[in-house]
């Protein structure tokens, strides 16, 4: 497989398709073949979501206490979600930096932005980028998930917070699979924009916007106060009863798609086929051009909104417009 040709938006090595399309589930008129194609990319096969399920179930069952433990808060099973939670993300964004930029396996096939990461930067607490990601993502990334963990399954523990049983609400059991993925999109939406104000900018966000170019330990490379807000979609099962299974879920779909969405190359390629989607274009063109597609495609708030870059030349100008008369 080759890079495709010449990208019609200046400064990028790679473009993928355009325009970028939202999910189907929110367009009109209703395009049925499409849904059924986004579902079955995003759940069937070898697919993140599916691979998510996989991983809280293996966690639920072998490496997280049981809401018996858990009702009492001691710290040798917050330790053990801690360093669980600490190697799971060593092993994706790790790995995946391994794979495409130490050893740089796939070549620059597929990447958005032809530049290295920066080895330096006065930008960076740590002195280059890599190093500063690290130390944000595994301490106030796996920090504030491991927190987020440890607060629901104590409540769950103690009946402080609804639970779900299996085998009384089976439909709903696997719904909230399907739906977690949609809330996380809304959330993150509003969160990010309220990141975009000023004062929470300046205190805040701006430090995961030290990344221009963004690698796998980009996506979580967050400030403390960033870190508080974006995990702070679990809460809403304080309301809506689920089962700790999905309170593992929830948490690692945020987390680790944190890092593979920021991984810099659209697909995974094994022997030369696309095997699975990673990097997000879309939210890419957030980090370089800042004032573009604050959420993702799942929840198509910037196209509803007016802040959606579809990855087009005209939707650029229309973007370089807005700026000029801003001036």
Known sequence: MTDAPEPQLPGWHYVPDTPIRVSPFFCWPPEPLRMLGWFAKNWFAFAENTILVALALICWTWLSPSLETAATLAPGWIAGLWLRNLVLMTLVAGGLHWFFYVRKRQGSKLKFDGRDLMNKG?????????????????VSGVGFWTAYEVLM?????????????????????VALFLLTPLWISFHFYWIHRALHWGPLYRIAHALHHRNVNVGPWSGLSMHPVESFGFFSSILIHLIIPAHPLHIIFHLQHQALTAATSHTGFEDLLVKDKRQLSLGRFHHQMHHRYFEVNYGNLEVPWDKWFGSFHDGTAEAHER?????????
Do not use: A, C, Y
């Not at 006065?122 to 595994?138: E, H, K, P």
């Not at 103690?158 to 779900?164: D, E, V």
């Not at 973007?319 to 001036?327: A, F, H, T, Y």
């Open 122 to 138: 006065r930008q960076f607490s740590f002195g280059g980028q890599v190093r500063d990601n690290m130390f944000w993502t595994l």
């Open 153 to 173: 399954l104590w409540g769950m523990g103690n009946g402080w917070i609804p639970s779900l049983v299996i085998g009384d609400h089976p439909v709903w059991f």
């Open 319 to 327: 973007l370089k417009e807005r700026r000029q008369r801003r001036v």
